[in-house]
């Protein structure tokens, strides 16, 4: 952090909670920074453990608050208000900035000014810091804009993005009540609104995968991201190519939802969310089911794991869908044979 009294350039709000074991690593990795017009502010969210006893030795470069715990979202928005910093980036207490991700970033905004937005791939890492692998997004989605965000949701963590502050002033911040997807969320927001983003394309950050990470919770992880869309296309001032999308954008989100769920051990709810993919599915019933097959193999392969269809296929969950999804299909062929009759 620069030792002068002058306004940084960037904050950086790191949102706290029971994280003693790992925010000293994350305050560290913005201490190596290439770049120094930055201030550190700190948002324990209530934490219970020895979170305030672990900074005291970076007390000198971090304004520290402390707040009931409220959520993620709410400590984020908290340290927002504090921000002075023309750009604002976020840092998850459990992950690590790569020591030129600030310059490198702000670099592409002194090249495009229009910028509300940069986003950046990510390094996938386990509990002890060891490279699991690099996600490089910008392979499948070479654009970013409102319906690139929309149809691919191409976040790992809130630290690959770096934002102008006036943009998240705009759009009032996170919504408090989101504990996941808030991301999703609020890019939709400013996509919206007309904030472009562009990607640098390098990882900028270390995105730590360990048993207490809030990407394990399925279930809400799910409902989440699911809220998330039914209050975007609620709306009402959705261009109308981006309406069009709907069916497509909810049936994938469905299906990605199906995926997490079994990933993270909950068969019967995966069953429960594929029904409803059911019903937006552009595709026939067996390419619906090999579709589906076919994206959790995928989604496997973009965490650096491999997913056994056989596996997923002997599942009862699995068995008892695909039975159901044979009787949709045969109770819809005999409401349009029986509409065709009435036709006539």
């Known amino acids: 952090m620069s030792n002068s009294s002058k306004t940084p350039q960037i904050s950086i ?52 608050v402390y ?46 000014p229009q910028l509300g937005l940069v986003q950046s791939g990510w390094r996938r890492v386990n509990q002890k810091g060891e490279i699991l692998m690099d996600a490089t997004p910008w392979n499948y989605v070479p654009e970013l804009n409102l319906e690139m965000w929309l149809r691919w949701k191409p976040l790992g963590t809130m630290g690959t993005l770096m934002f102008r502050r ?5 759009v009032e911040g996170f919504e408090p009540g989101l504990a996941h997807a808030e991301d999703v969320d609020l890019i939709l927001r400013l996509a919206l609104l007309g904030c472009e983003s562009a990607w640098l394309h390098q990882s900028t950050v270390c995105y730590r995968q360990h048993d207490r990470n809030t990407m394990r919770d399925g279930i809400s992880q799910a409902k989440s991201i699911n809220y998330v869309l039914d209050k975007f296309f609620n709306l009402p001032n959705i261009p109308l190519e981006i309406r069009l999308l709907e069916n497509w954008v909810r049936y994938s989100t ?12 909950f068969p019967s709810e995966m069953a429960e969310y594929l029904k409803k993919a059911w019903n937006y599915t552009p595709f026939l019933t067996v390419e619906t089911l090999t579709n589906w097959t076919e994206s959790f193999v995928h989604y496997s392969q973009g965490l650096g794991q491999s997913l056994s269809v056989n596996q997923l296929c002997r599942l009862p969950e ?13 109770k819809q062929r005999s409401q349009t044979l029986e509409a065709g009759i009435k036709l006539f």
Not at 35 to 47: N, Q
Not at 166 to 170: A, E, G, I, R, T
Request: charged residues 15%; contains cysteine; proline residues 2%.
């Open 254 to 265: 469905l299906v990605w939802s199906s995926w997490y769920l079994y990933y993270t051990g």
């Open 67 to 112: 707040q009931e715990n409220q959520g993620v979202s709410v400590a984020r928005n908290h340290g927002l208000n504090l921000a002075r910093g023309e750009f604002i980036v976020f840092l998850d207490a459990d992950d690590m900035f790569l020591p030129d991700k600030l310059t490198t970033q702000l670099a592409v905004f002194e090249a495009q």
């Open 13 to 64: 709000i790191i949102p706290a909670y029971n994280c003693e074991h790992y925010i000293g690593q994350a305050i560290e990795s913005i201490l190596n920074q290439t770049y120094s017009s930055y201030e550190i502010i700190v948002v324990d969210d209530g934490s219970q453990d020895k979170t305030r006893e672990a900074l005291q030795p970076y007390s000198q470069h971090i304004h520290y």
């Open 318 to 330: 699995w068995n008892d869908l695909t039975a159901w999804v044979l009787q949709q299909t045969i």
């Open 166 to 170: 006036d943009w998240l002033l705009k």
